[in-house]
Every structure is written in C-alpha cells, then in structure tokens.
C-alpha cells in the first residue's frame, strides 16, 4: 500500500495515545435539560482533547461520524497547538497560525489530522462509517491518510458535493463548484449503509411502459435467448405450445428455424399469465410472447457518486438557513443541512449516534434533530467546537432549534434562476419539475416557497412569516 509520508509523522504516530484523559464539566445552565454523558452533548475545547475524554464512554459505540475540518487554503488562520513531545513540532507552534506562504502547512495539517483521525476510528462502531468534506487542497492526502488507519478496503467512495449553484465571475482558471465528500467504514461487511427512496423518475430508461394500474415496467422475450439452456434438446421441459390472441398455437423457434425452448415452465406460465404480453413481430407479423417486468423500488436505489445542490443544498441554502434561524450571518461557511441529511439517512438508524469533532455552526446537530422529527427517531449528536463561538452560535443554534426561533420578515435569497428562452418553454415540464425539486429540497427549512417570473427570469425564493421554528 503506498503511504503518506510527512514531516513529522514519526512523532505523532501514536501521539493520541499521550494525550492525557480529561473529566467533561457539564454547564447545566447553557443547555436545556437535565445534563447527561449519555444524551446530546456540545462540547466547548480542543477537539484533540475532547474526542479522548468522550472514549471511556463512547469507543466503538459512534455509528456515523461527519467533520468538516480546516481545508488548509491557507487563508483560513487555524492553529497546530497539540502538545507534541519533539523539539520540531514545538518549532511550528511559533508559527501559528497557518498561512499560505507557510511551506509546511500541508505538512502541519496531516500531523494535525492524523491522530484526531485515529480517535474517531477508536470511537466507531463496527457499523460505523466516517465522512469528511474537504476541497482539492487536501483531500488527496486525507485519502492516504484514512487508507492507513482503516485500510484501502474500507474506502466506500470518494464523492462530490456542488456547493455552488452559480459561477464565480473572478475565478483566474475554472470556477471551483464542488467539494469532496470521502467516505470510510469502519467493517465494510457489517456496516449500517440505507439505500435512498426510489422516485418513478430515478428508474432506467427502459421502464417506458405502463401497466393498467399505472406501474411502470419493460418487456423482455419470453423465449430464452443465447447461451446452452435455448435449445429444445437442452431444455426439453421447456419446448410447449402457448395461444396467441387469435387461437393458435406458437411454439419457441429460433432465429435459424431450428426448436428453442421458453424461460418459464408450463407452470410458471399459468401461475404467471397476467405478466405475458404480445406483440406482433415486426418480420412476419406473427404474435410473439414477451413478459413484462415490473419497477421495483421497495429495494431504494443506491446513492450517486455526484450530490446536486438541487438535492442536498449549497453554500448558499447553509447561509439562509442561518441567517433565518439568527436574523443575521452569523457563521461565514455553514455546510446545508440537506447535506448532512442525505449523510443521516444513508449512514444511520433510528437510535444512532453520531460525531462531528469540527462542529462549526453546528449542522449536525440540527440534521440529527430533524432526522428525529422526520422518522421518530432517538438519534443522538455528539458536537465539539474550540473556537470562542461554540456557546453563541454552535449551541445557540441547537437551543433556538429545540425551543423555537422566531423571525419576522423575508430574507432576499434566491434558490433558483433561470433565464426564459423559446427553448426552454417548449420543455415547461423540465422546467416544472425543477422547481418542484427545489421546493421538496427546501419545504422543510421556509414558511413558504415562492416563484414569479420578473425580467424574463423564473425566479425561485424562499419566504417568511412570523412563527416559532
């Protein structure tokens, strides 16, 4: 296996195993509820720290873990402040903050990742599953680094988010839309991963017809075709007669004229009769019988390597949301709840738990919630912050999501645009469905969602009134 070599490595290989156990100090009167170990929990301190104060209680019990760590653009400022016993690591705490003429900074950031990754992998279930969002700065590296401490095999995927629904008219070269979603297990074989619901407009193409009741299917021939089980001499049971609709009999012919044989058994056929459709050849005009097979999408349909924004949100829904729950930008990179949703509803059950050690504005957390309230779940998050707004933003936000938060007014924030064309009003239902998917996307975050045509633009936004959220 190729591995990730940086500077440094060697010094905080198993640095997580230093770093000391410290008591979590409950503050009753910041949270709401009784204060509990084994409840939600927000968690104010070096993510270092905390993740190894949560394992007496919590390793090998976290079922999903999500973290949006520091990207390393090198304008983002974070600090490398671990403890590490070596007279090099303690060099790179005078440089702190990170920035982009520091030429180490790719370095600094996998000895900061790395034994923070081994912790969560200490904290995963054998079900559990580790998702982490990242740009092109690092991602690659994560990748090795996540190969080593849970092995190739337990790559699920590496996925891509567009965050961005416009273009950025100041890009020098491409104008960067998505982010990277990586995706690691922690057992391949036993982990919790649900299919997506099947909507009618994820089926094949090929299910293009529709039965009496409406299900779509398709038809396939009902004399076997190719390979040694087609002959008569191979399948005598199968060469029988069947009616066509005028009354005579029809046996399976192959193509050169020689005896075939059916896929089904005479059985088969009357118990299956209502599945048996026919069709006039388009040679000689003879009925041939086929089968219809029907959608089944009980089953779900598996995730796509390629999250929409019309699906799961941008950047910008993240910050309406925001700006909706606090009256005002309060966090300048909020991730959309819709993503971390998607990540709930494929990675965990009704009574998982799940960890975001880079809680930010806190997302997860209101994700869990609302993943609660959609399916009466018991759900429970475990969010850690260090920066100063853990308490005024990171928890406020979970506390004005439980008891309510009221806002009066509309924000002027635009879900949709589209410029008017002949073309794309000679495809109006396209377009329709657009709009519906936005409205099924962001129903659940505004009071309303309004469309009006202005300037020969549709445009799509949402609206408020006064209530409690």
Known sequence: MTELNFKGKEFVWNHHLTVPFRPLEPHPEKGIGEPALDGNLIIHGDNLHALKALLPTYAGKVDCVFIDPPYNTGNEGWCYNDNVNAPMIREWLEANPIGIEDGLRHDKWCAMMWPRLRLLHDLLSDEGTLWMTLDGNE???????????????????????????????????????????????????????????????????????????????????????????????????????????????????????????????????????????????????????YFRIYADSSGGRPPGTIWYHEEVGSSR???????????????????????????????????????????????????????????????????????????????????????????????????????????????????TEQVEKIENLHRHEYDAIKKAVKDGELIVTPAYSPKSG
């Open 139 to 289: 991602a690659h590296r994560a990748k090795l680094m996540l190969d080593e401490i849970f092995g190739e095999e337990c790559h699920l995927g590496t996925l891509v988010w567009e965050k961005s629904d416009s273009p950025r008219m100041d890009a020098k070269v491409f104008s960067t839309s998505h982010d990277f979603l990586i995706a690691f297990a922690k057992s391949p074989d036993a982990m919790i991963f649900q299919r997506l619901e099947a909507e009618e407009e994820d089926l094949p193409d090929h299910y293009n017809l529709r039965s009496e009741d409406g299900r779509p299917y398709y038809l396939k021939p009902l004399r076997a075709m190719g390979g040694q089980g087609d002959s008569r001499e191979a399948r005598p049971n199968l060469y029988f007669a069947m009616t066509d609709p005028d009354g005579k009999e029809v046996f399976p012919i192959r193509q050169d004229g020689s005896d075939g044989a059916w896929r089904w058994s005479r059985t088969k056929v009357e118990a299956e009769i209502s599945r048996i459709e026919w069709r006039r050849d388009r040679g000689d005009g003879g009925w041939v019988p």
């Open 317 to 431: 829904t993240g910050k309406a949301l925001i700006k909706r729950i606090f009256g005002e930008s309060s966090f300048d990179t909020p991730k959309p709840i819709g993503l971390i949703g998607r990540i709930l509803e494929i990675s965990t059950e009704r009574d998982s738990i799940v960890l975001d050690s880079f809680s930010g504005s806190g997302t997860t957390g209101h994700a869990v919630l609302e993943a609660n309230a959609r399916d009466e779940g018991n759900r429970r998050f475990l969010l850690v912050e260090m920066e100063d707004y853990a308490d005024k933003v990171t928890a406020e936000r979970i506390r004005r999501v439980i008891s309510g938060y009221p806002y009066s007014g509309v924000i002027n924030t635009e879900l949709y645009k589209e410029r008017l064309t002949w073309t794309k009003l000679k495809n109006a239902e396209k377009l």
